[in-house]
């Protein structure tokens, strides 16, 4: 395994997280950094562009607020109390919902954002994203309160394939937003389906919605974690490459201590870096015990994988991570994919005959 794949997912995950749904609305679209004017094959081929021009049409802030406390499990209940008031409405909110849902049904999304800061890397279209996943679920919620069960369906299929696209930036903090987003929606989704107004043609529909996310790891947990690892990575060595190793050691003794792991002696973190040879050599040391968390991650053998994770903290690896919060972000993950799965299987069953 090379250097640049060495580390673990969740190491950067509290700062990831910090940054994810922060930054003035000039910087919450980092794909505009990558070039300001798109190309008519960037448009055509990357929903990031589009959702960043409409993001710019609305307050995208207030709205993020608006919806910051939607639960999963309160607005797919019959007594969940709407929101008051959205900062959009009207008939700018339908334009803006059709322009979300046209965004959705691009199959890519990437956004362009630089890696270079390593764990202090600012990812505030996370929070963009989630906002637009909740407000499907709202919209969709909305129509059903309505009597307008079919009308709820392009909503939720929209808002499943936003879940896919949160998903795509390869990191823990996403794959968690993209669950966020899926339940949400799902919530919204099995109340829909409860009323029996949903006609074959809607079903598929979502099941449609459904099949652009991977059955295995469908809001990409596993690639999240070896691209979070490989992102933490090439910042160290890019730290000790240009000597910067002050920077570096505080970065691992803040992570230790985040981690409530300060029995460990980090004053023998400074030798263990004094040289990109001796810090190649410690990530390699700590590889062996991260691999076995990969390789039972998609599969339903838990107690392989939480022993992987009791073998990854006797490994006392460069920055240890507690089990304890590695196991709760697969719990979250596994829990989201179960889901899906049933989602799925629900969608492609027959549709129940009416009773007689």
């Known amino acids: ?8 997912c969740l190491v950067a995950l509290a700062a990831l997280v910090l940054q994810a749904g922060k930054g003035a609305a000039a910087q919450s679209n980092p794909v505009r950094n990558a070039a300001p004017t798109p190309t008519p094959d960037e448009l055509a081929t990357n929903a990031a562009w589009t959702y960043a021009q409409v993001w710019e049409r609305v307050d995208i802030a207030a709205l993020q607020l608006a919806l910051i406390n939607l639960k999963p ?3 797919g209940s019959p007594l969940w109390p709407a929101p008051d008031a959205l900062p959009i409405g009207g008939e700018a909110l339908d334009r803006f919902a059709a322009a979300l849902i046209e965004a959705t049904l691009i199959p890519q999304c ?3 954002w630089d890696r270079s800061p390593g764990p202090a890397v600012r990812l505030p279209h996370l929070g963009n994203l989630r906002a637009s996943g909740r407000l499907m679920a709202v919209l969709a919620r909305r129509s059903v309160d309505a009597g307008d069960a079919r009308g709820a369906v392009r909503f939720l299929a929209a808002g499943y394939r936003i879940a896919g696209h949160t998903s795509m930036d390869r990191v823990t903090v996403a794959s968690m937003y993209a669950g966020s987003i899926f339940q949400a929606v799902d919530a919204v989704a099995a109340m829909t389906l409860a009323t029996g107004a949903l006609e074959q043609s809607d079903r598929d529909e979502l099941r449609a919605a459904l099949a652009t996310l991977d059955e295995a790891d469908p809001f990409r947990g596993a690639a999240s974690a070896r691209g979070e690892a490989e992102l933490l990575a090439q910042w160290m060595e890019g730290r000790v490459a240009v000597g910067a190793l002050d920077e570096l050691v505080l970065h691992i003794r803040s992570s230790l201590a985040g981690a409530g792991r300060m029995n460990i002696d980090t004053d023998a973190i400074t030798p263990q870096v004094a040289t990109l040879a001796a810090f190649d ?7 062996p015990a991260l691999e076995p968390i990969f390789a039972h991650w998609n599969d339903a053998d838990t107690r392989a994988l939480s022993e992987a994770f009791r073998s990854a903290r006797r490994a006392e690896l460069l920055i240890p991570v507690p089990p304890e919060q590695a196991q709760l972000f697969y719990q979250r993950w596994s829990r989201d994919r179960d889901a899906f799965r049933a989602r799925l299987v629900g969608l492609a069953a027959p549709i129940p005959s009416a009773p007689r």
């Open 281 to 287: 050599a410690t990530l390699a040391e700590s590889w």
């Open 73 to 75: 499990e309160e607005i």
């Open 1 to 8: 395994m090379g250097r640049a794949t060495v580390g673990w």
């Open 110 to 112: 990437d956004f362009l």
